[in-house]
């Protein structure tokens, strides 16, 4: 690979203005600092809540601690004018404005798309939210799991174990990572305009096979399943050591029965389920994958970490972070040969870059810092 610490990001010449907190919108600059952007983040002097989810490494959450980095962090007490105005002055000198706040909070605050398109009239300006800025539910709060809830993301998953049964929560945070992917991809517009991102739109659009399917058919994926594809040979099974999962698609059953050496795949399940039944995950791979059939073991994120293939790609990284020590994390996950994404700094301590962001950009002296912070404006 290049030297990475010699060459530019995507973003380098971007500055982003970030209001943004807890998962949502703190992913989707995360994402965009990665590529080299200027996070500028603004906290409330007692710090955003996903710091302080428990349990605290160095003084803050894992959350914060992924979320967060490469970013410069800064404290602002926003209720007093004097904060108002500082945010409003990194607002003209900023290129993106990102915030995730309760609809109707910005403007109250007087930094809404309208008060800082006449500071800076070029501004991206990205409001992400649960329902989006307008419809019936705008104003509704929300988290990732009502976006799941409502796009049909949840009962979904829990028909893929049983349509009567009830639904089903997947790993991880889909409502919030899935929209925040989107708007990284949408902020980099190059235009000046207001990027309306909804978790639930997006996660319509990530059920849109589904939808789609339903539309044309009249069935729900349920319904359909196993009427269409032959022997249902994809699926988890359980091999003497761990359960694998195999996924052979209609054009590879030929190919599926030659290297389990059947002549029949019936119905798919049993016959697979009993295959399996008296061969090691390892086995089992390597067959199937000389095969050129998917199949992979399935691991616990421990055993993830420990994987050659992993570790060979080198996704994830170790830095070092000033309160909690080594931190190993995932990396960015595009490689880039020319502009890679890196990681150049851990997650802030609560108001880190005052000092730095305030003199620096804006012009400050010491003195009028140490006013403000004895007023309570800064930290």
């Known amino acids: 690979m290049p030297n990475e610490e010699k060459m530019r990001g995507i973003l380098d010449d971007i500055r982003i203005l970030d209001f943004s907190h807890v998962y949502f919108g703190p992913y ?51 209720k007093d004018p004097r904060a108002l105005e500082i945010v409003r002055k990194l607002a003209e000198k900023s290129d993106v404005v990102v ?45 990732a799991p ?45 235009e000046g305009q207001i990027v309306d991102v909804s978790q639930l ?8 096979v589904s939808i789609t399917m339903y539309t044309l058919s009249g069935e729900l994926p349920w319904q359909g399943r ?17 359960y694998v999962y195999v996924a052979a698609d ?19 399940q049993d016959v697979i389920a009993k295959w399996v039944e008296g061969l090691t995950s390892e086995e089992i791979v390597n067959r199937l994958s000389a095969a050129s059939i998917p199949a992979a073991p399935i691991l616990q994120i421990n055993e993830t970490l420990d994987d050659p293939h992993v570790k060979a790609r080198g996704i994830v990284k170790e830095f070092d972070h000033p309160t909690a020590g080594k931190i190993r994390a995932p990396g960015y996950p595009v490689r880039l040969s020319r502009s890679p994404a890196t990681i150049r700094m851990p997650a802030p301590i609560l108001g880190q870059h ?11 002296t010491k003195e009028q810092i140490d006013e403000l912070r004895k007023a309570g404006v800064v930290v």
């Open 28 to 78: 989707t600059t995360m994402i965009l600092a990665d590529m080299g952007a200027e996070v500028l983040k603004v906290e409330p002097p007692w710090g955003e809540v996903a710091r302080f989810y428990p349990p605290l490494f160095g003084g803050m959450s894992s959350v914060f601690h992924y979320f967060d980095r490469n970013k410069k962090g800064l404290a602002f007490n926003l």
């Open 146 to 190: 009502i976006a799941s809830s409502y796009s049909g993301w949840y009962r979904l998953t829990g028909d893929n174990v049983d349509p009567d049964g009830p639904p089903l929560v997947p790993a991880e945070w889909h409502g919030d990572l899935d929209p925040a992917l989107f708007a990284a991809i949408a902020i980099k517009t190059g």
């Open 226 to 242: 196993g009427k269409y594809m032959g022997p249902d040979t994809f699926g988890i099974f359980k091999a003497k050591d761990r």
């Open 354 to 364: 005052n000092d730095e962001v305030l003199t620096q950009l804006l012009g400050y």
């Open 201 to 208: 739109d997006v996660m319509i659009a990530q059920t849109g």
């Open 250 to 268: 209609p054009n590879m059953q030929e190919r599926l029965k030659q290297a389990m050496g059947v002549e029949d795949l019936g119905e798919g």
């Open 99 to 143: 915030e995730n706040f309760k609809r109707g909070t910005m403007d109250k605050l007087g930094l809404d798309y309208e008060d800082i398109r006449k500071i800076k009239p070029d501004i991206i300006y990205a409001s992400l939210s649960g329902f989006g800025l307008d419809g019936p539910y705008k104003d509704r709060p929300s988290f």
